[in-house]
């Protein structure tokens, strides 16, 4: 019996991962869960209360074989972590090439559940996000990154982002592009060292123009207080003194505004 209902169980959750894949969560009803799995509803509620649990188990079913897939493609875990993190990717750009791809379950489930923050479905989603993100810190850490938690970040960002991108333009290019961006984030410490090293080079010549600039601005100042006021006299009196303007008014400039 016991068995049997483990048999049983598995129908049900495979049945649900074909279904929610395919058609979306809030699409597929428990009915057609239950008849796609060759049972009536009121066994699949022997199996789980609530289509929030078939949900749930659903997920969790995907959570570590979908980690274990990818982890598959590193033959030697010692092999530089941008190496790694390119195989990443490359195999996301083929996944996103079979036309029975829709993109990430746990990306989708959270999605369709945005508006409630404690559903089951976040939850795991969250937990598997996490877990993939724990996965790239070990990588990093191959080369002895010194920052592998924001590193770790910076790349679930990217691959999340590919997975959306190729989703809205059904472009798995996509997936090239961002393992082109997760290589620079995931190179070695010498290059990142090196990249700073530039950058901050840059920066110093930036600073060093700007520092010119400024000493040419405060030259013409000082060269326009030295210039001698103009006086305008009439016989007999004297006006105030009054600055002439450094340059003649142009043609194009507008007639002055009376009083």
């Given at each position: ?13 495979a049945?649900a ?14 009915d057609?869960?239950?008849?796609a ?12 209360a ?40 490359e195999q ?7 036309p029975?791809w ?22 795991v ?24 938690d924001c ?9 999340d ?33 090196s ?9 110093e ?5 700007i ?22 006299s009439?016989?007999?009196s004297?006006?105030?003194?009054v ?15 009376r009083?």
């Amino acid at each position: 019996m016991a068995r049997n209902s483990a048999e049983t169980r598995r129908r049900l959750v495979a049945a649900a991962d074909e279904l929610f894949y395919r058609q979306g969560i809030r699409a597929v009803g428990v009915d057609a869960v239950a008849e796609a799995a060759g049972v009536t509803k009121r066994t699949l509620y022997y199996h789980f209360a609530s289509k929030d649990d078939l949900i749930a188990a659903y997920l969790a079913d995907r959570d570590l074989p979908t980690l274990g897939r990818y982890q598959s493609l590193i033959p030697d875990p010692a092999e530089p972590a941008a190496r790694q993190i390119h195989r990443i990717f490359e195999q996301l750009g083929k996944n996103a090439k079979d036309p029975r791809w829709k993109g990430c379950s746990f990306l989708r489930a959270a999605a369709e559940f945005a508006n409630l923050p404690g559903h089951p479905a976040r939850v795991v989603a969250a937990r598997h996000k996490k877990r993939f993100e724990a996965w790239f810190r070990v990588i990093l850490a191959t080369d002895g990154s010194a920052d592998d938690d924001c590193l770790a970040r910076q790349l679930m960002i990217l691959f999340d982002g590919a997975v959306a991108q190729i989703l809205v333009h059904r472009d798995p290019s996509y997936a090239e592009s961002a393992g082109a961006a997760a290589s620079i984030t995931g190179s070695s410490p010498p290059n990142r060292a090196s990249n700073a090293a530039a950058d901050a080079e840059r920066d110093e010549q930036t600073i060093s123009i700007i520092r010119a600039g400024f000493g040419a601005v405060a030259v013409v100042r000082r060269a326009r207080s030295k210039r001698p006021p103009w006086r305008i006299s009439v016989a007999g009196s004297a006006y105030p003194k009054v600055r002439s303007p450094p340059f003649p008014a142009s043609q194009t400039d507008p007639p002055p505004t009376r009083a």
